[in-house]
């Protein structure tokens, strides 16, 4: 342990150096609290729970909210003067089934569904107050592929887009004045997922609809990469008038494709990984007045959940910081680059 607190030690805080730039952040969850205690109050401004603020953690059954392992981030958060996002108020994943369901297993009309949505929104949001600067209201809604613009799901399919520009409405009724809302998807620089993203969000500007930024997730890998797609994604976001957060950012060591299992990266993997590193960073530098925050999904690589997705125990090597909680030598350039 003393030599990971000394190596900590020879390098600059993260946060601290991209202060003029934008808010450095990590997810989390309440027992990686005391696990990478050090690297947390030293190299992050911003932390984002990992699951336990999802809807299947905070109201697992209806009306039985719990809210205790979510509130072990905010009081960390209070007591180190770091900032919380919250995530995620609305998304097909990790939402209990009950949601859907009338008591006899059959779906539920659109109106309920839409009430016990209203409901979950008011009670989170009144519950975490100003201690959430920012939302994810609506996580992961448009299709991957082919010519629609919205994904099937229960959501969709029981109450039709609507229930995009409802959640973002309750949450805005509830929400503390200057809380910030966004939407987050993954493949969101990708040109063709990019434009149906877009055209959701003019959507919900046209109408009005209280949207103040999108969340690109950033799960990228070092064989299917284009820097300029990244580029171009962000400027075109901007063009909306909305705040740009890289939200859920890791470079996997393999492509999607690629279902192999390694002891280790080799040194080409992982010369690709730093030069991607290096130039994604100099990408958010050169945009810093369009993006606000950056946030890795993972504190170190001894704990990623790319070491299960998309093939099950396999081992990855996608985070700034190694498995044994020493920062890589990339992320100290990364830091000089800032200074």
């Not at 996002?85 to 859907?100: S, Y």
């Not at 309920?112 to 994810?136: P, Q």
């Not at 945009?287 to 081992?315: E, H």
């Not at 890589?328 to 200074?339: C, H, R």
Request: proline share 4%.
């Amino acid at each position: 342990m003393y030599l990971i607190l000394n190596k900590q030690s020879e390098i600059a805080s993260f946060y601290e150096s991209y202060r003029d730039y934008f808010s450095i952040g990590t997810c989390l969850e309440p027992r990686d609290l005391a696990t990478y205690d050090n690297i947390l109050r030293k190299h992050f401004n911003s932390l984002t729970a990992e699951n336990c603020m999802k809807p299947a953690s905070l109201q697992p059954e209806e009306e039985e909210f719990n809210f205790k392992q979510a509130d072990k981030i905010i009081e960390f958060a209070d007591k180190h003067n770091k900032k919380v996002r919250g995530h995620t108020l609305v998304w097909h994943n990790q939402t209990p089934d009950w949601f859907f369901e009338n008591k006899s297993g059959s779906p539920v009309n659109k109106g309920k569904l839409l009430e016990r949505m209203k409901n979950h929104i008011d009670k989170v949001v009144n519950h975490f107050g100003d201690k959430i600067y920012c939302w994810d209201v609506v996580n992961e809604a448009v299709a991957d592929n082919g010519p629609d613009i919205y994904r099937q799901s229960k959501w969709y399919d029981l109450a039709g887009k609507e229930f995009i520009e409802l959640a973002f409405k309750n949450t805005a009724e509830i929400a503390p004045e200057g809380t910030a809302l966004f939407y987050n998807d993954y493949n969101a620089v990708q040109p063709h997922k990019r434009d149906k993203i877009i055209s959701l969000l003019q959507d919900l500007m046209n109408k009005e609809v209280p949207v103040d930024g999108i969340g690109i997730q950033g799960h990228w890998n070092i064989e299917d990469f284009a820097v300029e797609n990244i580029k171009i994604a962000i400027e075109k976001y901007a063009e909306l008038g909305l705040d740009v957060h890289i939200t859920e950012l890791d470079i996997s060591m393999f492509s999607f494709k690629d279902k192999r299992k390694i002891d280790a990266p080799t040194p080409e993997m992982q010369e690709k990984q730093n030069k991607m590193y290096r130039e994604i960073f100099q990408v958010f530098r050169e945009y810093s007045n369009t993006i606000s925050n950056i946030t890795l999904w993972g504190i170190a690589d001894d704990n990623t959940w790319l070491d299960n997705f998309p093939v099950k125990n396999r081992k990855n090597w996608p985070l700034l910081f190694d498995v044994n909680h020493k920062p890589k030598d990339v992320l100290v350039e990364i830091i000089n680059e800032a200074e």
